[in-house]
């Protein structure tokens, strides 16, 4: 725990982003979010901040939703992402339930001529 504390300090993410462990019923909780313009902002950090939670942490599990309206990653810019970490182990998945982002949660956007 100590380790993951010390790590969390370390990041030097923007306001729009957030890490903090908080406890829960006894239980240890990373707890993750923001919502930062661009993914160069955090994004290598947050991928070895998960990295190692993997290999040091294996018993941990969790979800982290994304969307890189901006990249060309397998899921698009108009979709969303989920890294799951389960035993040991992170792997990317496209999201069912809020993809496509338009329109399953945005009306498209036309522009208006003037």
Request: aromatic fraction near 8%.
């Amino acid at each position: 725990m100590n380790e993951l504390r010390a790590r969390v300090a370390l990041l030097d993410w923007p306001a729009s982003a957030i890490a903090e462990i908080q406890n829960f019923n006894g239980e240890h909780v990373l707890h993750l979010n923001g919502c930062p313009n661009h993914r160069s902002a955090c994004g290598p950090a947050l991928d070895a901040l998960l990295g190692w939670m993997a290999r040091a942490a294996p018993g941990s599990y969790g979800l982290l939703y994304w969307r890189d309206d901006e990249g060309d990653t397998p899921a698009g810019s108009n979709n969303f992402q989920v890294t799951v970490l389960a035993q040991g182990t992170l792997t990317v998945r496209l999201d069912p339930f809020l993809s496509p982002r338009v329109p399953t949660l945005e009306d498209g956007w036309e522009p208006d001529g003037d």
